[in-house]
């Protein structure tokens, strides 16, 4: 599902990569988890990014949307093949607490805007709508088993829908 309202903020900024994240905390202090990706380099998926550390990483330190032309412009970035990509990164939201990272990226050529900037932060940040919703109890389940995730498929599914018309 989240690979879904991945493919249309894809679309909606004519991003050529993406990638969603979740916050994870560990021992050692939170960390931003890829859950779903597009187009992107292989062991991404999964991959975990600290405090400071790739787009995902600065995001979670900032705790704001990121826009940059450049993604080698970061202190940190994890993926040296995609650094001249312009980049736009994106806090998700469970009303003021941050669960998750939005990401996408595009080749040189192209430069993200304020409007794609608004457009992902309005996906990500409304609260309690179905994107968040689905994200809180993917959480859920690690914690209380399946019977949480199943039910918002079907809300998320005609909300995307009809959020895309």
């Not at 992107?40 to 600065?58: Q, R």
């Not at 995609?82 to 040189?108: C, N, T, Y």
């Not at 609260?127 to 019977?147: C, E, H, K, M, V």
């Amino acid at each position: 599902m989240l690979s879904k309202i991945l493919d249309g903020a894809i679309v909606l900024t004519r991003a050529t990569h993406g990638t969603i994240g979740l916050v994870v905390d560990l021992a050692e202090g939170p960390v931003i988890r890829t859950v779903a990706t597009y187009n992107m380099p292989d062991g991404e998926l999964g991959a975990e990014m600290a405090s400071g550390v790739g787009l995902a990483g600065c995001v979670l330190k900032e705790d704001r949307t990121i826009r940059l032309d450049r993604y080698g412009d970061l202190d940190y970035p994890t993926l040296p093949e995609l650094a001249e990509h312009s980049v736009l990164g994106v806090p998700i939201r469970w009303g003021e607490k941050m669960i998750g990272f939005f990401g996408i990226g595009a080749a040189a050529s192209h430069h993200f805007n304020e409007w794609d900037a608004e457009t992902l932060e309005l996906l990500a940040s409304m609260r309690q709508s179905p994107f968040t919703t689905q994200i809180y109890l993917r959480q859920a389940n690690r914690r209380w088993g399946n019977f949480v995730y199943y039910m918002p498929q079907v809300s998320v599914s005609v909300w995307l829908a009809t959020w895309m018309k």
